[in-house]
């Protein structure tokens, strides 16, 4: 009970180029993003909770969206997912053409001093609708795992992996030449709108459904490869390591600890997901993706407001905190041994 019988090759670069696309157009924002929100009245801490409100709203819409793809299919909740980031571009534009207007101003000594004005809130409005339908990562992961079989699965998640940085990577030079115009930040989020568009037709044009007939598939019993478990373990040692380099002032230094962290991260996230992805029957592997991205979404959520609190506490020591954290994550994945033993999926009813 595996992949289809589609050579993957022609499956693969559909997924591949929407998990690009998708990556893409918030990385043509992100670098601007900071500067645009204290601008409409916001301050470091409205930018954290910004930034918060994707991965809070995307910690309900991805279980959700991954039972959906479960039930009707993954290409439709992936064309719902895409096309409500579609109609989050839109709000955010809208967002650029209000006029600052203040609504209140607070003065805390938590918080700091900000003024909520009408664009800010629909600012905040366009993350949520994103956060909310944001579960197209989970969903996508849920294809790959459907049309790859189990032995190329982790190379399959690498490239997942590879074409997500890619995006990344390039969204903050196009930001850098679309930026510089006369247009400001207007131009390039019209262009995360254009590259979200792109990906909509891809989906809708291009994408094949990856298992109509997932739910008549029976439970199958699935090994964990030690291949598997083994880059996990050395993504996570990596990762701790290179959080302790964040702790020095020297650039050379900070380099290192960024390609270190990227390794790590990059040889890490797939090699668990793929593990998740054989430790599902394939009934559920939308749930089960769903979840992980809902952990990852409380993980970011959890990062992004203890971690600034505790930089604002404690400096730099909070890089030795997180190299413990990530150290005791390696050690739990040490102990468990899941490499070493076979793993019988669930065979609850839905």
Not at 44 to 53: E, H, M, N
Not at 190 to 195: D, K, N, S, T, Y
Not at 233 to 258: C, M, P, W
Not at 340 to 346: E, L, Q, V
Request: glycine content about 12%; overall charge positive; aromatic content about 6%.
């Amino acid at each position: 009970m595996g992949a289809l019988n589609v050579p993957s090759r022609v499956q693969l670069l559909p997924i591949l180029t929407v998990n690009f696309v998708g990556t893409l157009g918030f990385g043509i924002v992100l670098p601007f993003l900071v500067y645009l929100v204290t601008r409409l009245g916001g301050n470091a801490v409205i930018y954290g909770v910004l930034g918060a409100t994707y991965s809070l709203f995307q910690l309900v819409g991805a279980p959700i969206l991954g039972r959906w793809s479960d039930r009707m299919g993954r290409r439709r909740i992936l064309l719902l997912s895409q096309i409500g980031t579609l109609v989050s571009w839109g709000i955010f534009l809208i967002a650029l053409a209000i006029p600052a207007r203040p609504m209140v101003t607070v003065n805390s000594a938590a918080l700091g001093v900000f003024t909520l004005t009408v664009p800010l809130v629909v600012l905040f409005l366009a993350r949520a609708l994103d956060g909310l339908t944001g579960g197209n990562v989970s969903v996508a992961n849920a294809y790959l795992a459907d049309i790859t079989p189990e032995s190329e699965r982790g190379a399959a998640f690498g490239k997942m992996s590879v074409a997500s940085n890619l995006g990344f990577i390039m969204g903050p030079a196009l930001a850098g030449v679309l930026g510089a115009t006369a247009l400001g930040e207007t131009l390039p989020v019209m262009a995360a709108f254009v590259i979200s568009v792109v990906g909509t037709v891809i989906i809708a044009v291009r994408l094949p459904e990856s298992n109509p007939c997932v739910l008549l598939q029976e439970p199958e019993s699935t090994s964990v490869a030690v291949s598997d478990r083994t880059l996990l373990l050395l993504g996570s040692a990596i990762l701790a390591v290179s959080f302790a380099f964040f702790a020095s002032i020297r650039t050379a230094t900070l380099y290192a600890g960024a390609a270190l962290l990227a390794v790590g991260n990059g040889l890490m996230w797939p090699s668990l997901l793929s593990i998740l992805s054989k430790a599902a029957r394939p009934s559920i592997q939308g749930a089960v993706q769903g979840i992980a991205g809902s952990s990852s979404a409380v993980a970011s959520i959890v990062g992004l407001l203890v971690g600034g609190v505790l930089y604002g506490l404690l400096g730099g020591l909070v890089f030795p905190i997180a190299t413990a954290v990530t150290a005791g994550v390696f050690l739990m994945a040490l102990l468990t041994g899941t490499g070493s033993r076979t793993m019988t999926t669930s065979t609850a009813h839905d």
